[in-house]
């Protein structure tokens, strides 16, 4: 991609089509880095617009959309659909982001973000993405697409090239935040999208095992490719974490690079966030603990002050380690609370609850989803656990060490590259450990770290007020993420 290294960083037109974006509409981290990220790039001084499906859950009202296009046609197999496109903007301290939403009932109506044909929906949605563009007359310089969903987008714009001058300069970027979800589908699905498997040498050669898969479309037609921590990026290379793709991986190695997310470090800040009960800084830590103690109350724990409280925030699936939190954890000297909810299942929300009734004085299990109560439990815990089986990035440990929450993880992906292990023969007050890391996926490994950890809490409370400060003063903003993509993606 250093063909365009004249296209100044300043002039840059970005477009990122994806599933979810903050705050609008959001089911993982994704959601917050397609929301965060083009304020940063913006703030570089680029033009980077974000687009997602109208589904049916998204507040018109709250966010403000207005309707800019009605009745826009998108061939679909030779016949038409209509399409609407709302737009709304970013509110961002820096300059304008706005969102572009497309509508159409017959794929996006429902509240549901993800249900069984998502292939299809998304690549109806992917498509009219590309058709839409001339209608609004927006060129950009780049698609920077996210995940499977939109990853059919570089190949559409392959076969477009072809077609119509419009497209000719547009380079296609496309960003792995989980390659566990791949999009696997039938490949007579891509007539929703004008294509067959023999529009494209890379769809021909993946429809040989008799499907398509939407993951590996884009890693082999995106001009560039990054996953979203450098140690992902590594460990994708390996069977244990590469889902299958370590082939297609290891054939496109040279071209995937790993980069950090960033987080909204505006909207995740102790010292301003309007939903906690006690706004705190570096200075003034020793308030931190009433955000613990309206915590306890509201979710009706035991209030007490000097008991470690552990918070769990996160998408309740395969990947989080759930099943590493057992009886024995839980009989350690400290309070849970998990909140979450499980996509396609019931098994980790049903082992949470049932851990919640059994611990009723030190768990307590909220299945739900709720920015408000997060930001309070991010504020309210002492420790911030997050014992993922994998994770390309993980951002609830930055959030939660912004908060002064002492993250423990287990070593994988960006968990490994944010956090500093400590050590216990550290006997001074100079480190820069920043949290407990455990390696091997198992009961006995976390729980060995959480004793550690709440050794440290109990007996050395000065060594913990150091890991707190140590934590909150982490660089975790976009600003030099966007940077990179800036330099080693869009270049
Ligand atoms: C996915 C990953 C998570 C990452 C997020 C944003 O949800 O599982 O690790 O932080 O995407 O990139």
Same mark, same amino acid.
Request: with cysteine; proline share 3%; charged share 20%.
């Given at each position: 991609?250093?063909?365009?290294?004249?296209?100044?960083?300043?002039?840059?037109?970005?477009?990122?089509?994806?599933?979810?974006?903050?705050?609008? %509409?959001?089911?993982?981290?994704?959601?917050?880095?397609?929301?965060?990220?083009?304020?940063?790039?913006?703030?570089?001084?680029?033009?980077?617009?974000?687009?997602?499906?109208?589904?049916?859950?998204?507040?018109?009202?709250?966010?403000?959309?207005?309707?800019?296009?009605?009745?826009?046609?998108?061939?679909?197999?030779?016949?038409? %659909?209509?399409?609407?496109?709302?737009?709304?903007?970013?509110?961002?301290?820096?300059?304008?982001?706005?969102?572009?939403?497309?509508?159409?009932?017959?794929?996006?109506?429902?509240?549901?973000?993800?249900?069984?044909?998502?292939?299809?929906?998304?690549?109806?949605?992917?498509?009219?993405?590309?058709?839409?563009?001339?209608?609004?007359?927006?060129?950009?310089?780049?698609?920077?697409?996210?995940?499977?969903?939109?990853?059919?987008?570089?190949?559409?714009?392959?076969?477009?090239?072809?077609?119509?001058?419009?497209?000719?300069?547009?380079?296609?970027?496309?960003?792995?935040?989980?390659?566990?979800?791949?999009?696997?589908?039938?490949?007579?699905?891509?007539?929703?999208?004008?294509?067959?498997?023999?529009?494209?040498?890379?769809?021909?050669?993946?429809?040989?095992?008799?499907?398509?898969?939407?993951?590996?479309?884009?890693?082999?037609?995106?001009?560039?490719?990054?996953?979203?921590?450098?140690?992902?990026?590594?460990?994708?290379?390996?069977?244990?974490?590469?889902?299958?793709?370590?082939?297609?991986?290891?054939?496109?190695?040279?071209?995937?690079?790993?980069?950090?997310?960033?987080?909204?470090?505006?909207?995740?800040?102790?010292?301003? #966030?309007?939903?906690?009960?006690?706004?705190?800084?570096?200075?003034?830590?020793?308030?931190?603990?009433?955000?613990?103690?309206?915590?306890?109350?509201?979710?009706?724990?035991?209030? #007490?002050?000097?008991?470690?409280?552990?918070?769990?925030?996160?998408?309740?699936?395969?990947?989080?380690?759930?099943?590493?939190?057992?009886?024995?954890?839980?009989?350690?000297?400290?309070?849970?609370?998990?909140?979450?909810?499980?996509?396609?299942?019931?098994?980790?929300?049903?082992?949470?609850?049932?851990?919640?009734?059994?611990?009723?004085?030190?768990?307590?299990?909220?299945?739900?989803?709720?920015?408000?109560?997060?930001?309070?439990?991010?504020?309210?815990?002492?420790?911030?656990?997050?014992?993922?089986?994998?994770?390309?990035?993980?951002?609830?440990?930055?959030?939660?060490?912004?908060?002064?929450? %002492?993250?423990?993880?287990?070593?994988?992906?960006?968990?490994?590259?944010?956090?500093?292990?400590?050590?216990?023969?550290?006997?001074?007050?100079?480190?820069?450990?920043?949290?407990?890391?455990?390696?091997?996926?198992?009961?006995?490994?976390?729980?060995?770290?959480?004793?550690?950890?709440?050794?440290?809490?109990?007996?050395?409370?000065?060594?913990?007020?150091?890991?707190?400060?140590?934590?909150?003063?982490?660089?975790?903003?976009?600003?030099?993420?966007?940077?990179?993509?800036?330099?080693?993606?869009?270049?």
């Amino acid at each position: 991609m250093n063909s365009d290294k004249n296209i100044k960083h300043k002039q840059l037109k970005i477009l990122m089509p994806a599933s979810e974006v903050a705050p609008l %509409v959001k089911v993982g981290g994704l959601a917050d880095v397609v929301g965060s990220l083009p304020k940063a790039l913006n703030k570089l001084g680029c033009d980077a617009r974000v687009i997602i499906p109208k589904y049916g859950c998204i507040d018109e009202k709250k966010y403000k959309l207005k309707k800019i296009f009605s009745n826009i046609k998108i061939c679909v197999n030779k016949k038409n %659909v209509k399409i609407n496109l709302w737009q709304c903007n970013l509110p961002t301290q820096h300059a304008v982001s706005p969102i572009y939403l497309i509508e159409c009932n017959k794929y996006f109506g429902s509240k549901k973000v993800y249900f069984k044909n998502n292939a299809e929906r998304f690549l109806f949605f992917s498509s009219a993405v590309l058709q839409i563009l001339p209608i609004i007359k927006f060129q950009p310089d780049i698609i920077h697409c996210h995940d499977f969903h939109t990853a059919l987008i570089p190949g559409l714009l392959k076969t477009q090239k072809k077609l119509n001058t419009f497209y000719k300069n547009i380079k296609s970027v496309f960003t792995i935040h989980n390659l566990n979800y791949q999009g696997k589908s039938e490949i007579k699905i891509l007539s929703t999208g004008n294509l067959t498997e023999h529009s494209l040498k890379s769809l021909s050669q993946d429809a040989k095992d008799g499907d398509i898969n939407f993951m590996v479309q884009g890693i082999i037609n995106a001009d560039a490719v990054n996953t979203v921590s450098p140690t992902y990026a590594k460990e994708i290379t390996t069977p244990i974490y590469s889902a299958g793709l370590d082939k297609v991986i290891k054939q496109n190695k040279n071209k995937i690079i790993g980069i950090l997310n960033g987080i909204d470090i505006d909207f995740f800040n102790s010292t301003t #966030d309007k939903f906690i009960k006690q706004k705190y800084s570096i200075e003034t830590l020793n308030k931190k603990v009433l955000n613990k103690l309206a915590l306890q109350k509201q979710l009706g724990l035991p209030q #007490d002050k000097n008991i470690a409280l552990v918070g769990f925030i996160s998408r309740l699936a395969w990947q989080k380690g759930v099943e590493l939190i057992t009886d024995k954890l839980i009989n350690s000297k400290c309070q849970f609370v998990f909140l979450g909810t499980q996509i396609g299942g019931k098994q980790y929300e049903n082992q949470l609850k049932k851990l919640a009734k059994k611990y009723p004085d030190k768990v307590s299990a909220q299945i739900k989803f709720n920015t408000k109560l997060a930001q309070q439990i991010y504020a309210g815990s002492d420790i911030f656990l997050m014992p993922s089986r994998f994770e390309p990035c993980g951002l609830g440990q930055m959030i939660a060490m912004r908060y002064g929450t %002492v993250p423990i993880v287990r070593k994988t992906g960006g968990l490994a590259d944010t956090i500093i292990n400590y050590q216990l023969s550290i006997i001074n007050y100079q480190f820069k450990s920043t949290g407990f890391i455990f390696k091997k996926f198992d009961e006995i490994s976390l729980h060995k770290a959480l004793q550690k950890a709440l050794k440290i809490y109990y007996q050395h409370p000065k060594i913990w007020r150091q890991l707190q400060i140590n934590c909150m003063k982490k660089d975790f903003s976009w600003n030099k993420s966007a940077k990179k993509y800036l330099d080693f993606l869009y270049c």
